[in-house]
């Protein structure tokens, strides 16, 4: 059974950091691409960033490029998202998913930026 | 590409039929096309992938149809559990991979 289960979400101020944690398992992690969705209950679903199962292809939506940089570790089965310079645009429930289409998702770490 | 879902609010009753409509701003490469349910308090679940193509373990009353730049998602008869927010998706071989705003099927 697929499992993804993200961790590192936590209240912080604008212009603060985070780095955000998922955990795979139940699958051949190394297979396949990852990525990083976001929601909030006024934009909906949001596309953040993927990565390539090798991680020699990332790519960014423009709201995040710059500042957000998404990374993984194959040897620890775990997907990693740098998050800086944090606005409270960012504030959203952000899921860890598996390959094109969107087939499986962890159950999401909720990421609040406010002073 | 620029997905707009309608309506955005849909109220039906049990064992009605209910169709959602997702329109591309150009047309969607390969139909590329996913729809997706969200129930309160999960993760969203993929239903449908390549405009028609049922997901594993999705119950046949759900259908996907369309081309190009409009799609259609039916459920031909709703049960309590479809009661959700549905949204489609473009997911062409390069990103980004832009959601719709969402459908939210309601009971009447």
């Known amino acids: 059974e697929v499992q993804l289960v993200e961790t590192g979400g936590v209240v912080v101020q604008p212009g603060g950091s985070l780095r955000l944690s998922c955990a795979a398992s139940g699958f051949a992690f190394d297979d396949y691409t990852m990525h990083w969705v976001r929601h909030t209950p006024g934009k909906g679903l949001e596309w953040v960033s993927l990565i390539s199962w090798d991680g020699n292809r990332r790519n960014y939506a423009d709201s995040v490029k710059g500042r957000f940089t998404i990374s993984r570790d194959n040897t620890r089965n775990s997907l990693y998202l740098q998050m800086n310079s944090l606005t409270t645009e960012d504030s959203a429930l952000y899921y860890c998913v598996k390959d094109t289409p969107f087939d499986d998702w962890g159950q999401g770490t909720l990421v609040t930026v406010s002073s | 590409i620029v997905l707009t879902q309608s309506p955005g609010t849909l109220s039906l009753s049990p064992g009605e039929r209910a169709t959602l409509s997702c329109r591309a701003s150009?047309?969607?490469?390969?139909?590329?096309l996913a729809w997706y349910q969200q129930k309160p308090g999960q993760p969203p679940r993929l239903l449908i992938y390549a405009a028609r193509h049922r997901a594993t373990g999705i119950p046949d009353r759900f259908s996907g149809g369309g081309s190009k730049t409009d799609f259609t998602l039916t459920i031909t008869r709703l049960e309590p559990e479809d009661f959700a927010v549905y949204y489609c998706q473009q997911y062409d071989t390069s990103p980004p991979y832009p959601f719709g705003g969402g459908t939210k099927v309601e009971i009447k």
């Open positions: 150009q047309s969607v490469p390969s139909n590329y």
